[in-house]
Protein backbone atom coordinates (compact mmCIF):
# COMPACT_ATOMS: atom_id res chain seq x y z
CA UNK A 1 0.00 0.00 0.00
CA UNK A 2 2.72 2.47 0.78
CA UNK A 3 4.58 1.62 -2.25
CA UNK A 4 1.46 2.79 -4.32
CA UNK A 5 0.93 6.28 -2.17
CA UNK A 6 5.18 6.77 -2.88
CA UNK A 7 4.67 6.01 -6.75
CA UNK A 8 1.51 8.05 -7.06
CA UNK A 9 3.02 10.85 -5.20
CA UNK A 10 5.61 10.76 -7.47
CA UNK A 11 3.78 10.61 -10.52
CA UNK A 12 2.15 13.68 -9.32
CA UNK A 13 5.70 15.13 -9.08
CA UNK A 14 6.30 14.65 -12.20
CA UNK A 15 3.52 15.71 -13.92
CA UNK A 16 3.90 19.11 -11.63
CA UNK A 17 7.17 19.63 -12.85
CA UNK A 18 7.01 19.09 -16.47
CA UNK A 19 3.13 21.04 -16.11
CA UNK A 20 6.00 24.65 -14.50
CA UNK A 21 8.74 23.59 -16.91
CA UNK A 22 6.52 23.99 -20.11
CA UNK A 23 5.27 27.54 -18.33
CA UNK A 24 8.91 28.83 -18.10
CA UNK A 25 9.33 27.68 -21.60
CA UNK A 26 6.60 29.54 -22.65
CA UNK A 27 7.64 32.82 -20.59
CA UNK A 28 10.77 32.83 -21.66
CA UNK A 29 9.49 32.69 -25.24
CA UNK A 30 7.16 35.65 -24.62
CA UNK A 31 10.12 37.54 -23.15
CA UNK A 32 12.15 37.15 -25.70
CA UNK A 33 9.12 38.26 -28.51
CA UNK A 34 8.70 41.54 -25.80
CA UNK A 35 12.73 42.36 -26.25
CA UNK A 36 13.98 45.01 -29.32
CA UNK A 37 17.37 43.42 -30.64
CA UNK A 38 17.82 46.72 -31.96
CA UNK A 39 17.83 47.84 -27.69
CA UNK A 40 20.31 45.19 -27.21
CA UNK A 41 22.78 45.86 -29.77
CA UNK A 42 22.73 49.78 -28.37
CA UNK A 43 23.34 48.94 -24.87
CA UNK A 44 26.14 46.65 -25.98
CA UNK A 45 27.81 49.37 -28.03
CA UNK A 46 27.75 51.23 -25.04
CA UNK A 47 29.13 48.95 -23.28
CA UNK A 48 32.11 48.20 -25.55
CA UNK A 49 33.16 51.40 -25.80
CA UNK A 50 33.99 51.37 -22.01
CA UNK A 51 34.75 48.12 -21.45
CA UNK A 52 36.78 45.05 -22.94
CA UNK A 53 34.66 42.25 -24.26
CA UNK A 54 33.84 40.34 -21.40
CA UNK A 55 32.40 42.78 -18.93
CA UNK A 56 30.33 44.19 -22.20
CA UNK A 57 29.04 40.74 -22.31
CA UNK A 58 28.23 40.02 -18.94
CA UNK A 59 26.64 43.78 -18.37
CA UNK A 60 24.51 43.16 -21.45
CA UNK A 61 23.13 39.75 -19.84
CA UNK A 62 22.74 41.53 -16.98
CA UNK A 63 20.45 43.71 -18.48
CA UNK A 64 18.58 41.59 -20.75
CA UNK A 65 18.50 37.99 -18.77
CA UNK A 66 16.87 36.35 -21.62
CA UNK A 67 19.97 36.23 -23.59
CA UNK A 68 21.82 33.20 -23.30
CA UNK A 69 25.96 33.80 -23.85
CA UNK A 70 25.66 32.41 -27.29
CA UNK A 71 23.17 34.78 -28.25
CA UNK A 72 25.25 37.65 -26.64
CA UNK A 73 28.02 36.96 -28.69
CA UNK A 74 26.56 37.00 -31.81
CA UNK A 75 25.32 40.40 -30.77
CA UNK A 76 29.27 41.21 -29.99
CA UNK A 77 30.48 39.96 -33.59
CA UNK A 78 27.88 42.33 -34.76
CA UNK A 79 29.39 45.10 -33.91
CA UNK A 80 33.04 44.04 -34.05
Known amino acids: ?3 LIIWAMGAVLLLINIMLRTRILRLEAR ?3 LSNPQEQLT ?3 QQ ?3 K ?3 PALKALRK ?3 ELSLIEANKLWQQIQ
Do not use: G, H, I, T
Open 1 to 3: MSA
Open 31 to 33: LKE
Open 43 to 45: FLR
Open 48 to 50: AAQ
Open 52 to 54: DKV
Open 63 to 65: QYP
